[in-house]
Each structure stands twice: as C-alpha cells, then as structure tokens.
C-alpha cells in the first residue's frame, strides 16, 4: 500500500482495490453482490478536529461483522486504520465522516455460491454529515414513528452494520410527506427500534430507556450509556413501547452523525417538557466533552 499524500484528492478521498483514488474513481463493478443483494457490511467513524472518535470501538465492531458474515479481507486491524488515516489525510479534512465497507464480491460468471467470491474491502473520508446539525438540532427535530418494521432480527442480525435500509428509507419518505424531518420504525410488537442512522432514546420521570437488542449497537448508544452511568442519570435498556415517544418528557437519538441530537416533536406534536430537555442536555455537553478526553482520541496522521 503507497503512503498517499496529504491533501492529494482534497475535500474526500476513498481506497479502492488496493489504492487511494479521487472520489471519481470511487467505483464498485455493477456484478458485485454487495450492490445487488445487499452482501455487505460497513462501519463509519467520525473525526472531529483532527482526531477519530473512538476509532477502535469502530474497528471492534467491523472486525465483528466481517466475521459474523464470513468475510475476509487482505487487511489487518492495523492496517485498516492506516487505510482510514490515509483517506483523511489525503481529503486533508478536519471533521470528517470515514468509512469502512466489505461486499462479497463478484463470484465467478453464473455461479451462485457466495464462498466463490472474493470478498472486497473499501473506504472512504467525506466532509462530516450530520442527521441534522445544531442549528436544526434547536429549531427542533421532528420525529415521525413509522408502524413500518425494522426487519427481523432473526432475518438479519442488527449488530452487523448492514445495508438492509428500505424499510428505513420508506419511514423517511413517510415522515417528509407529513412534513416531519425524520423517522423512526418499530419492531413486530409495536416496540421502538431504530431509525435511518440513529438509536432512539425516551426520558420519563428522570429514567431513560433505549432498545435492549434488535438494534444495531451503536457506538454512540454506547457512550450514551457509558456517559448515563458516570453522571448518575438512571438508565434501562428494555423494550420501549412506540407509544412511549409521544408520552416521554424527553427524547433524543444517538449517532455518528452529530452525536446526542434532542427530538422536539413526535409526529408534529411538541413533547411536554422544556427543550432540549435538561437530561439531553447532561448527556449532549458530557457526549461532546468527551471528545477532549485523549483516552477517545486517534489524532490523524496528516503526513
Ligand atoms: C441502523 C442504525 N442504527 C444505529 C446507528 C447508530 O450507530 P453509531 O452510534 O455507531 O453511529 C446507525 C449508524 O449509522 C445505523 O445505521
């Protein structure tokens, strides 16, 4: 693997059978089953002034599902990080959304038996994308609560970052017809999953809840909880019924994608309490501190 330059394929760049490439040459072969069955699994990590976010959470969790999956790549765990530093580095960006993908691949003409394919691996760095940045964030998120299902758990495994999204992308076109600005599913019991990016959290009486399982773990749900624990604010992970959203004091999702975001309405209709909520807001400045502490912290190497 060449040692890419700083800035070479500035604003985003992406690695691409073996090489670093300008998001032009980011292609994928039109036989690969990762585009058509959705063979895949990938992770996206953040950078934030100059630094991953919890990169090695990000690389657990990859390494994870590769596996679950019956993936194999010609890389390392060390070597992936290079690979994700040498992305940033060549995009030469400062807050960045970077990420890590694997499809099984293209099999052999006609054959249709998934260990024939060699399995391949990708990534890329972009400017950092939000759910909805903090100027949305306080103008207040509107949740629609989808009676669509989040696909089963028994289908397909939810801790395995997966591209299993059409019910999630149908929720958010049911949520921008009803002028909402995003969305949330259920599961077969009518219970709280996920939504297009994100896990979603209730607080009522000073006790917050999120999913136990049939979620993706994310690694912001986990520091959430890592973050509920240290501040002492009471924390269960159990079933939430959907109904709960509409009746919660608070409610805020969980991502990647900007962290601890504060929901103002569900389905049009302003939740109770004061907004953003005071125990969002705990966990929103705590969530955001944390990325000073350098335990977290992979400063990029920028060459
Ligand atoms: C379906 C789903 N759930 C939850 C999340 C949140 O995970 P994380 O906190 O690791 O970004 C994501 C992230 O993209 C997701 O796609």
């Known amino acids: 693997m060449r040692q890419v330059g700083t800035g070479e394929f500035e604003g985003a760049a992406a690695f691409v059978d073996g090489d670093f490439v300008p998001p032009s040459e980011a292609k994928v072969s039109l036989f690969d089953w ?3 069955r959705s063979d895949a699994t990938y992770d996206v990590a953040s950078v934030w002034k100059g630094a991953f976010f ?4 990000h690389l657990d969790r990859f390494f994870a599902s590769l596996s679950k999956l019956r993936f194999s790549i010609p890389y390392d765990r060390a070597q992936v990080r290079e690979i994700l530093h040498g992305c940033v580095r060549a995009a030469a960006l400062q807050d960045a959304y970077v990420a890590m993908v694997c499809t099984r691949g293209v099999p052999p003409r006609g054959a249709r038996d998934p260990r024939l394919a060699t399995n391949r691996f990708y990534a890329y ?4 994308v939000w759910i909805a940045p903090r100027d949305k964030q306080l103008a207040g998120i509107d949740l629609h609560v989808s ?3 989040r696909i089963a758990p028994a289908s397909v495994d939810p801790t395995v970052k997966n591209y299993h999204w059409l019910d999630l992308v149908m929720s958010l076109h049911d949520a921008y017809d009803r002028g909402a600005d995003t969305s949330c599913v259920v599961d077969g019991q009518g219970r709280v999953t996920e939504g297009p990016g994100f896990n979603v959290f209730v607080v009522k009486d000073g006790v917050v809840r999120t999913a136990a399982d049939g979620v993706l773990h994310g690694i912001s749900r986990k520091t959430v909880i890592e ?3 240290r501040l002492g604010i009471p924390l269960r992970e159990e079933a939430v019924p959907a109904a709960d959203l509409a009746r919660a004091d608070e409610v805020f999702l969980s991502s990647t994608g900007g962290g601890v975001l504060p929901i ?3 389905d049009g209709v302003p939740l109770r309490g004061p907004f953003p909520g005071p125990i969002t807001t705990r966990l929103y400045d705590a969530y955001w501190a944390l990325h000073d502490d350098p335990a977290y912290a992979d400063v990029v190497n920028y060459g």
């Open 34 to 36: 990762g585009f058509t």
């Open 54 to 57: 919890r990169l090695d959470d």
């Open 227 to 229: 973050l509920a624990a």
């Open 264 to 266: 103002a309405k569900i």
């Open 125 to 128: 760095a972009l400017p950092f």
């Open 147 to 149: 009676r669509r299902q």
